[in-house]
C-alpha cells in the first residue's frame, strides 16, 4: 500500500464546474496535509495546508480532511482553463520530510 | 526578493559519471531540502540540511549526498549515475522556526538525464 494515494486522472471538468480531488495516506500519525499544484515543467507550488479535522477555505480552494477515514480532498469551485494542471497532495507526521502522492492530472475544459 | 533559484537548468550525463546541483535558498530561510521526481511520480524526499549538517535522509542510498555552506546554499552530489536517476531534482527551503510546508518554497528544478 503506498504511503499517500492519489487517482492519476485525468480529470475532466468542464469550465465552471467544481473540480473535486481526493487523497487517501496509510500513517494514521499523520499530522499536516498539504495540496500543491505543479504546472507541465514547472515546480510545485503550495494552495492550501489542513490540519484539523474539516473544511478549510480559501478563495475558490476547499480543503476537507477526515483523519477517522485517512482522507484529505480539495474542491476547487468555479474551474478555469488556467486550473489545468497536476495537483499533489503531500502528507507531514511531524518529521523533517513530506511524503507527496504521485498527483492527479486535471484538465479543465473550455 | 529572490526566490529559491536552482542550477543548472538542464544536465545530460552518461552512466557512471558523477554530478553536482546547486541550489540557493531563498532569502531568510536557512534550511534546504532535496527532492527527486521521476516521470508522472510525485517528489520524493532525499534529504534535509540544517546548519550544515545532514537532518533527516529519505530511502536514498550512498551514492546521494550533499553539503549545506555557510550561507545556507546547499549542493546535491550523485555519483555512479544509473539511468534511473533521470528526473527532475528540486530544492526546497524554509526556514527552521516556521512549522512544517507554510515556508516551504520549491526551485525550478535541475532536468538531469542520464543517457
Known amino acids: 500500500q503506498k504511503e499517500v494515494e492519489q487517482n492519476s486522472g485525468p480529470l475532466s471538468v468542464p469550465e465552471g464546474a467544481i473540480a473535486s480531488l481526493n487523497c487517501t495516506y496509510s500513517?494514521?500519525?499523520?499530522?499536516?496535509f498539504f495540496w500543491y499544484r505543479q504546472y507541465s515543467g514547472k515546480s510545485p507550488e503550495l494552495i492550501m495546508f489542513?490540519?484539523?479535522?474539516g473544511d478549510k477555505e480559501d478563495g475558490r480552494f476547499t480543503a476537507q480532511l477526515n483523519k477517522a477515514s485517512q482522507y484529505v480532498s480539495l474542491l476547487i469551485r468555479d474551474s478555469q482553463p488556467s486550473d489545468s494542471a497536476t495537483y499533489l497532495c503531500?502528507?507531514?507526521?511531524?518529521?523533517?520530510?513530506?511524503?507527496f502522492g504521485t498527483g492527479t492530472r486535471l484538465k479543465v475544459l473550455a | 526578493d529572490a526566490g529559491v533559484t536552482q542550477s543548472p537548468t538542464h544536465l545530460i550525463k552518461t552512466r557512471g559519471q558523477q554530478v553536482t546541483l546547486r541550489c540557493s535558498p531563498k532569502?531568510?530561510?536557512?534550511?534546504v531540502s532535496w527532492y527527486q521526481q521521476a516521470l508522472g511520480q510525485g517528489p520524493q524526499f532525499i534529504f534535509q540540511?540544517?546548519?550544515?549538517?545532514?537532518?533527516q535522509r529519505g530511502n536514498f542510498p550512498d551514492r546521494f549526498s550533499g553539503h549545506q555552506f555557510p550561507n545556507y546554499s546547499s549542493e546535491l552530489n550523485v555519483n555512479a549515475l544509473l539511468l534511473g536517476d533521470s528526473a527532475l531534482y528540486l530544492c526546497a527551503s524554509s526556514l527552521a522556526s516556521k512549522a512544517t510546508a507554510l515556508s516551504l518554497h520549491f526551485g525550478n528544478g535541475t532536468r538531469l538525464t542520464v543517457t
Open positions: 489542513i490540519y484539523s479535522n
Open positions: 532569502s531568510g530561510h536557512d534550511t
Open positions: 540540511y540544517y546548519e550544515e549538517e545532514e537532518r
Open positions: 503531500a502528507v507531514n507526521s511531524g518529521t523533517y520530510k513530506y511524503i
Open positions: 500513517d494514521r500519525g499523520s499530522q499536516s
